[in-house]
């Protein structure tokens, strides 16, 4: 039986040869017809067109919920304004938010600029994951791999969330793949792309770096390989080749050597760079952790450990697919679906042993970054055959298993149910529902106040963003904004000398309220009550907007 191993390896010696060919048949034929038929022809180009397609797909009409808006809120403030926030909170976060702040000043802030850099890098992504499956199990692998990515339906909901995930995702898929081109080569010329891989891995997400972890651990395994602690026959590379064949051969001992110290010397050096680059964040993240994540749930048992697969894919049926895809790979593909599985597996582990103590950081979108290496390991076990009568019914089974899940994953409040599918933790907020019913009954001299209890509904954020731009009623008791505070939340101002003599005031709160002027804080709703009568309540997911008018 020919296994996916020896598969990719025949794909290499292919593609070396295909690539001489390209060369000599250039100079008499067209180029640029040459390149246009490769890259149809890549394994990545099916998989990260199905990656922007299912990213774009109603990305204006999926509402921001409360993160975007933070998002939004800070890319709006100042350089200086967003390093003063991310020492006191969110300091994981600063490479993002600065990231946005300049993309905001150039493109804007309408829902498609705001999320088409987490789109572009998702697909990215995709396209990592497609070249890893090649270069380790062949184009077939890669393909299936690179389709598998596209397809968990977590994955296209964060292409259109304007936070840091995808850009994770992207660092994560990029670092692997650098991760083996080095294994296969350790030149300086490959270490270098794959030290600011990891660098940037640590700077957008201090969970993730555990990914190198397992690079790590399958480096080990291949310097004692070499070295002959397993044996001293391996596949490897000849010296001075590129992307050519894998040859196996006895190498001399001298040539093992030297390729033992660059590979760990390589590795050491990459990851104190890595890590020197990103100890700010880790610095920030370590005191800030008790403040912003402690609210996550302790795991009992490992029943709530599948959960949280479940939730990480989005998908019952599909989260049980990649599992079982993913261990046909380990059956078929033998030692390097093992490297993997290892670089798959091992964060994971350490993140869970993380967790035991007083912090949790088990929680889904924190595991997003080990996606891209579980498609890789899914994809070899689709490709376990070769014939495309089998591989093409598997990702015809697996897409009709997404399917619910990318429906769920693309409804307008859909941003809300992270937890998906379990129950819903929050209840989903319609800031569009809220301002469209402000906009249709304004008023010139309409003022506005807003619940902001507690402040992380973020619905006067919300709410404003998609009042017109021309529409922008006084914030009644606004006195100083969150970017003045150098905060995540502003402050209010004494309802008695701030309420003023607007003729009608807008009451903006979070839940169903009958009356939402009593949903405010004692000494608003009192000072409103003196002055103001109810004159209309309208409910909105999640929401109510009220109309006082002033009493004579």
């Not at 509402?63 to 300091?91: C, F, M, N, P, Y």
């Not at 391996?234 to 894998?246: A, H, I, L």
Request: aromatic share 10%.
């Amino acid at each position: 039986m020919t296994t996916i191993e020896e598969t990719g390896q025949e794909a290499l010696r292919t593609r070396g040869g295909t690539r001489s060919r390209r060369a000599q048949g250039g100079r008499g034929g067209s180029w640029a017809a040459d390149r246009a038929t490769a890259v149809l022809r890549s394994v990545w180009l099916g998989p990260a067109v199905l990656m922007l397609l299912l990213g774009l797909w109603r990305i204006n009409r999926v509402e921001l919920w409360q993160d975007e808006l933070v998002s939004l809120d800070v890319a709006h403030r100042s350089r200086t304004q967003i390093l003063d926030l991310t020492q006191k909170v969110d300091g994981v976060h600063t490479f993002y938010y600065l990231f946005l702040h300049y993309w905001v000043s150039v493109f804007g802030d309408s829902l498609l600029a705001l999320r088409a850099p987490a789109v572009l890098a998702m697909t990215g992504a995709a396209i990592c994951v497609a070249l890893t499956g090649r270069r380790l199990f062949g184009p077939q692998a890669g393909v299936a791999g690179g389709l598998l990515f596209a397809l968990v339906p977590t994955m296209p909901r964060y292409a259109q969330e304007a936070r840091s995930y995808a850009f994770i995702v992207f660092a994560s898929a990029l670092a692997t793949l650098l991760f083996f081109r080095v294994l296969e080569s350790p030149t300086w010329r490959r270490w270098i792309p794959y030290c600011l891989a990891a660098s940037l891995l640590g700077v957008v997400h201090v969970i993730a770096m555990t990914l190198v972890a397992g690079h790590a651990v399958v480096l080990l395994a291949s310097c004692c390989r070499e070295i002959g602690v397993f044996g001293l026959l391996d596949s490897v590379k000849r010296p001075g080749s590129d992307d050519g064949p894998r040859e196996r051969t006895r190498l001399s001992a001298p040539w093992r050597i030297s390729r033992v110290r660059w590979l760990v010397l390589g590795f050491a050096a990459s990851m104190v760079l890595a890590l020197a680059a990103a100890w700010p964040v880790i610095s920030l993240g370590r005191k800030q952790s008790g403040q912003q994540i402690s609210w996550i749930p302790k795991l009992n048992g490992w029943g709530d450990v599948y959960q949280v697969w479940q939730q990480t894919v989005a998908s019952v049926l599909f989260s049980a697919l990649l599992l079982v895809a993913a261990g046909i790979g380990l059956v078929f593909a033998r030692r390097q679906a093992v490297k993997m599985a290892i670089i798959v597996l091992l964060p994971m582990v350490i993140v869970w042993e993380a967790s035991q103590g007083s912090v949790t950081y088990f929680f889904p979108k924190y595991l997003m970054f080990t996606i891209p290496a579980w498609a890789v390991l899914a994809g070899a076990g689709l490709a376990a055959s070769r014939k495309l009568f089998v591989l093409a019914p598997a990702l015809a089974l697996a897409a009709a298993a997404a399917v619910p899940g990318q429906i769920a994953m693309h409804q307008p409040l859909s941003h809300m149910w992270y937890s998906y599918p379990s129950a819903p933790v929050l209840a989903p907020l319609d800031y569009q529902g809220a301002a469209d019913v402000i906009a249709h009954g304004y008023q010139p001299g309409d003022a506005v106040v807003y619940a902001r209890n507690p402040w992380w509904w973020m619905d006067d954020v919300g709410v404003k963003y998609y009042l017109p731009g021309s529409l922008q009623p006084r914030d009644v008791f606004l006195e100083h904004t969150a970017a003045q505070n150098n905060q995540l939340f502003s402050t209010e101002c004494d309802p008695k000398s701030c309420l003023g003599t607007s003729p009608r005031l807008w009451i903006v709160t979070v839940g169903g309220h009958q009356n939402p002027v009593t949903a405010l804080p004692g000494d608003q709703a009192a000072a409103i009550g003196k002055s103001y009568r109810l004159t209309s309540v309208t409910s909105v997911p999640g929401m109510t907007v009220g109309l006082v008018t002033r009493i004579g």
